[in-house]
């Protein structure tokens, strides 16, 4: 499917061994369309993490096919699905993860220059002014606010030129107002880019801002097949 950004086909996955094990995703089936923003919600523990984890090929599936803009993730070695994470997939998370001793500038360049990025700095610095960040190019997350540092992980995810985007819990430690600004900017960066979305959330005022809004419970989908197919199909409104 061209304008497919996302496949899942019967994803499965259990973690865990013998009386541990849990079976966390069921027979996951989504196809979510390019330039799309989906929500993924649903109470702790239904799979949302994991899902999002799957699609980033963090986690792979004990059955399943996973393909992310025509490239089955599950045929690809780890050497092969970090290179292709690294250029085609974003990831934002509820904490930062930023590198507590490098700057702002330093987080978002290095993986552009390991990925072999021409001028990696200067297109670190380009990002981080397209979050208002350019002031704060040499200060260190420590020196940053949550929202701060939350614009770095963002500019971060999105320097490579990701097809896909995916953010968990993004506004997760940050106030009411900090995390209003920081979606704000998530989707204006997402609608100039084109970028499909794949958000995680509590919130449904945020995953309302979404163009679907996917539930899962339990390991699986709840939001009814009609729903689901007229929200996510290619080419539907």
Do not use: W
């Not at 614009?151 to 209003?180: F, H, I, K, Q, Y």
């Not at 960066?189 to 995680?200: E, I």
């Not at 945020?206 to 929200?231: F, H, M, N, Q, Y």
Request: glycine residues 10%; proline residues 5%; contains cysteine.
């Amino acid at each position: 499917m061209d304008d497919a950004a996302i496949i899942l086909k019967d994803v499965d996955l259990s973690l865990g061994r013998g009386a541990a094990r849990v079976h966390i995703l069921k027979q996951i089936s989504l196809t979510i369309k390019r330039g799309a923003a989906i929500g993924l919600t649903g109470p702790s523990g239904s799979g949302k993490s994991t899902l999002l984890m799957v699609m980033a090929g963090l986690e792979r599936p004990n059955a399943g096919q996973v393909e992310i803009h025509g490239t089955d993730l599950n045929a690809l070695d780890e050497d092969a699905l970090a290179r292709f994470r690294g250029a085609r997939i974003g990831i934002v998370f509820q904490s930062f993860h930023l590198i507590p001793t490098m700057t702002a500038l330093e987080n978002v360049a290095i993986p552009l220059e390991l990925a072999g990025t021409k001028k990696p700095f200067a297109r670190a610095a380009a990002e981080l002014a397209a979050v208002g960040l350019e002031d704060r190019l040499r200060h260190y997350p420590a020196e940053l606010s949550g929202g701060e540092q939350q614009r770095v992980a963002l500019s971060r995810a999105l320097a490579p030129g990701p097809a896909v985007l995916l953010a968990d819990e993004p506004t997760g430690n940050l106030d009411e107002e900090t995390g209003r600004d920081v979606v704000d900017l998530l989707f204006a960066l997402k609608r100039a880019r084109g970028t499909t979305l794949v958000l995680v959330t509590h919130d449904r005022a945020l995953a309302a801002k979404c163009d679907a809004i996917i539930g899962l419970r339990s390991g699986r989908i709840e939001t009814p097949r009609s729903e689901v197919s007229a929200a996510l199909l290619p080419g539907a409104e």
